[in-house]
T-cell receptor, first 115, second 114 residues
């Protein structure tokens, strides 16, 4: 069964550095998302992406964050000037449609640790 | 703003018991509701998807119901096993958004004792 893949599985970076988290969504999916989960907290929506542009973003997704679909397969989340509080698990998800019978498929996540 | 609540926050049962996990949401304008399982430090595994027009879905020992009018869903686990120990999350996919984002509950952490 097709799956969403994320790399790396774990990223350690120093405060102030930039990181890029990578995702390969399922190939025929049209909607892409990033979520994050701070340790011990709930999964939070960051941003949705459709038709090569951001569809919606949360208040968390400020100018420090950006997303890009540089080619036909990859979907990236860039975090500039990382802060300690950016430490979290970041999940990529994709969906075929925005419809009743269209589930979200999640990757296994990238654990980001900012030191 | 959609709020999703899961009760209880934690549950501990002996092996073999049947159990029910609860999820409630405030906005009924949803595409679907999805139940996930999350093991410690791991990703999200989709268990069941219930479309907004459906009342229930079954997969093996799992049965999920949806009452959209009252904003409630339950996940029923039959004959629980120690391997069922995990955190169970419900997520509602919103209709009144540009790309159908999902809102998650806090989860119920289940421990099944041998």
């Amino acid at each position: 069964e097709p799956e969403v893949t994320q790399t790396p599985s774990h990223q350690v970076t120093q405060m102030g550095q930039e990181v890029i988290l990578r995702c390969v969504p399922i190939s025929n999916h049209l909607y892409f998302y990033w979520y994050r989960q701070i340790l011990g907290q709930k999964v939070e929506f960051l941003v949705s992406f459709y038709n090569n542009e951001i569809s919606e973003k949360s208040e968390i997704f400020d100018d420090q964050f950006s997303v890009e679909r540089p080619d036909g397969s990859n979907f990236t989340l860039k975090i500039r000037s990382t802060k300690l509080e950016d430490s979290a698990m970041y999940f990529c998800a994709s969906s075929e449609f925005r419809a009743n019978n269209s589930p979200l498929h999640f990757g296994n996540g990238t654990r980001l640790t900012v030191t | 703003k959609q709020e999703v609540t899961q009760i209880p926050a934690a549950l501990s049962v002996p092996e073999g018991e049947n159990l029910v996990l609860n999820c409630s949401f405030t906005d009924s304008a949803i595409y679907n509701l999805q139940w996930f399982r999350q093991d410690p430090g791991k990703g999200l595994t989709s268990l069941l998807l219930i479309q907004s027009s459906q009342r229930e879905q079954t997969s093996g020992r799992l049965n999920a119901s949806l009452d959209k009018s009252s904003g409630r869903s339950t996940l029923y686990i039959a004959a629980s096993q120690p391997g069922d120990s995990a955190t169970y999350l419900c997520a509602v996919r919103l209709r009144n958004t540009n790309a159908g984002k999902s809102t998650f509950g806090d989860g119920t952490t289940l421990t099944v004792k041998p």
